[in-house]
């Protein structure tokens, strides 16, 4: 498919097929609006559009433009896995107004990992890697540090058995940094490869969507956390992760607010919440939102060059290179590659289908470690074939390989439905891609 565009008075080309992208002016613009029908040919055609016209023809004679889709192949796992997420905590000490995980109980009772089960989830994920000699962990809850005795242990535990192994762990925690005294900061510091904060953006902002269960602002004691993780983190990957709702639809200014904090490794999201929801996104406010885009793209593009540099991470998007095909097609590799372990012991596709019975793929309970787990092949299944050519809405989508169809719990959630995309997130993803697209050729320029 091919789409041409315009972002920051500025006209831009891609051939989602080819992966070719184009830096174009409105004669070029104009043309491929003739060439895909979007606007019927006129009678006169001004002699820019003409030539515009012959050298878009001379690109599609080369297979760079308006290349027809490759017949689509099967998705496939060996059945191996190579990431897990811990649901280490299904406690959380804040009150997050638009929580998937009700406030990280996940719908059942609060409740923490004990050792045993972490222990046995790495053991898991060791004799279910195959020959994969890189694992991945991924400290999550609730938040993971209300249990954090039970995290340093995990990690003890696993860098002994991979060395046992001969494998190797990266160490993930997704935390709000409420409770993180200096020797948990040195620690996660020290042994996680990457460390997610969740900072909303301003303060007002942060302080609505993420209170205290007793009400309180919570903004400045994260902000005192993050930045004293921040001081001490060097290099080493981090990102302060937002989100942003119905209620600060001016996000834009959120991600700049983060950066002024002192921050450089930044990602908004947007909520995705039931229409009823007060914080939910709904197509109204979808203008509104393709034109926060556009400011953060023209600011980015200006702070890059100063001492206020940054990533937004939705718009560092690899055009030449990215992801090997099956990413592109799959995404996530949720219930294959990639599962979920919740405090009792149960598996699932990803953590948020946690408390989900529908979809349990196993039980850490009562396994003997002598053999592998008999996961439910039917789940495995019905995730593995979930890709962007299983979508009928994906297929005439210029993004469809920068969202692969979106978030299969997303898609479940709203839609009921694992390979129904939600459609204000498709609006979304179709601009961000777009101004992804943009700073990406400008900053070049």
């Given at each position: 498919?091919?789409?041409?565009?315009?972002?920051?008075?500025?006209?831009?080309?891609?051939?989602?097929?080819?992966?070719?992208?184009?830096?174009?002016d409105?004669?070029?613009?104009?043309?491929?609006q003739?060439?895909?029908?979007?606007?019927?040919?006129?009678?006169?055609?001004?002699?820019?559009?003409?030539?515009?016209l012959?050298?878009?023809?001379?690109?599609?004679?080369?297979?760079?433009?308006?290349?027809?889709?490759?017949?689509?192949?099967?998705?496939?796992?060996?059945?191996?896995?190579?990431?897990?997420?811990?649901?280490?905590?299904?406690?959380?000490?804040?009150?997050?107004?638009?929580?998937f995980?009700?406030q990280?109980?996940?719908?059942?009772?609060a409740?923490?990992?004990?050792?045993?089960?972490?222990?046995?989830?790495?053991?898991?994920?060791?004799?279910?890697?195959?020959?994969r000699?890189s694992?991945?962990?991924?400290?999550?809850?609730?938040?993971?540090?209300?249990?954090?005795?039970?995290?340093?242990n995990?990690?003890?535990?696993?860098?002994?058995q991979?060395?046992?192994?001969?494998?190797?762990?990266?160490?993930?925690i997704?935390?709000?940094?409420m409770?993180?005294d200096?020797?948990?900061?040195?620690?996660?510091n020290?042994?996680?490869?990457?460390?997610?904060i969740?900072?909303?953006?301003?303060?007002?902002?942060h302080?609505?969507?993420?209170?205290?269960?007793?009400?309180?602002?919570?903004f400045?004691?994260?902000?005192?956390?993050?930045?004293?993780?921040?001081?001490?983190?060097?290099?080493k990957?981090?990102?302060?992760?937002g989100?942003?709702?119905?209620?600060?639809?001016?996000f834009s200014?959120?991600?700049?607010?983060?950066?002024?904090?002192?921050?450089?490794?930044i990602?908004?999201?947007?909520?995705?919440?039931?229409?009823?929801?007060?914080?939910a996104?709904?197509?109204?406010?979808?203008?509104?939102?393709?034109?926060?885009?556009?400011?953060?793209?023209?600011?980015?593009?200006?702070?890059?060059?100063?001492?206020k540099?940054?990533?937004?991470?939705?718009?560092?998007i690899?055009?030449?290179g990215?992801?090997?095909?099956?990413?592109?097609?799959?995404?996530?590799?949720?219930?294959?590659?990639?599962?979920?372990?919740?405090?009792?012991?149960?598996?699932?596709?990803?953590?948020?289908?946690?408390?989900?019975?529908?979809?349990?793929?196993?039980?850490?309970?009562?396994?003997?470690?002598?053999?592998?787990?008999?996961?439910?092949q039917?789940?495995?299944?019905?995730?593995?074939?979930?890709?962007?050519?299983?979508?009928?809405?994906?297929?005439?989508?210029?993004?469809?390989?920068?969202?692969s169809?979106?978030?299969?719990?997303?898609?479940?959630?709203?839609?009921?439905?694992i390979n129904?995309?939600?459609?204000?997130?498709?609006?979304?993803?179709?601009?961000?891609t777009?101004?992804?697209?943009a700073?990406?050729?400008?900053?070049?320029?």
């Amino acid at each position: 498919m091919v789409h041409s565009f315009k972002v920051l008075d500025e006209y831009f080309l891609i051939d989602s097929e080819s992966g070719s992208v184009f830096h174009i002016d409105r004669a070029a613009h104009d043309a491929v609006q003739i060439m895909t029908g979007n606007v019927p040919s006129p009678k006169e055609i001004s002699q820019d559009i003409k030539e515009a016209l012959e050298e878009l023809q001379a690109l599609k004679n080369q297979g760079i433009l308006f290349c027809e889709m490759p017949e689509p192949e099967p998705v496939t796992y060996n059945g191996d896995i190579k990431s897990m997420c811990l649901n280490i905590s299904h406690r959380c000490n804040l009150a997050c107004k638009y929580c998937f995980a009700e406030q990280g109980t996940y719908g059942g009772k609060a409740a923490d990992m004990s050792f045993e089960i972490a222990a046995k989830a790495v053991d898991f994920l060791i004799m279910h890697s195959g020959k994969r000699k890189s694992l991945e962990v991924d400290f999550f809850g609730g938040e993971p540090m209300l249990n954090f005795d039970v995290v340093k242990n995990t990690v003890e535990y696993a860098k002994i058995q991979a060395q046992k192994a001969h494998k190797t762990f990266r160490f993930t925690i997704t935390t709000n940094g409420m409770i993180c005294d200096d020797e948990q900061i040195n620690y996660i510091n020290e042994n996680m490869s990457n460390i997610v904060i969740s900072i909303d953006g301003r303060a007002e902002v942060h302080n609505n969507a993420r209170p205290y269960k007793g009400g309180q602002a919570s903004f400045n004691n994260v902000l005192k956390y993050a930045k004293k993780l921040r001081n001490i983190r060097g290099d080493k990957d981090y990102y302060i992760r937002g989100t942003y709702t119905a209620q600060n639809l001016d996000f834009s200014q959120d991600v700049l607010s983060i950066n002024d904090s002192g921050f450089d490794q930044i990602s908004i999201e947007p909520v995705v919440l039931p229409n009823g929801h007060i914080m939910a996104i709904k197509q109204e406010h979808i203008q509104k939102i393709h034109a926060e885009y556009e400011l953060l793209a023209e600011e980015y593009l200006k702070r890059r060059k100063t001492d206020k540099w940054f990533n937004f991470f939705h718009y560092m998007i690899n055009f030449e290179g990215g992801p090997c095909e099956k990413k592109r097609v799959s995404a996530c590799s949720a219930g294959n590659e990639y599962v979920a372990i919740a405090p009792d012991g149960l598996i699932y596709p990803c953590h948020q289908f946690v408390g989900n019975s529908d979809f349990v793929l196993g039980d850490l309970n009562n396994w003997d470690k002598l053999s592998k787990i008999s996961l439910n092949q039917d789940i495995r299944q019905k995730f593995q074939g979930c890709n962007i050519h299983t979508k009928p809405k994906c297929k005439d989508c210029f993004a469809k390989y920068y969202c692969s169809g979106g978030c299969a719990a997303n898609n479940y959630n709203l839609n009921n439905d694992i390979n129904t995309p939600v459609d204000v997130m498709c609006d979304i993803i179709k601009k961000r891609t777009e101004c992804a697209m943009a700073v990406n050729i400008l900053e070049k320029n």
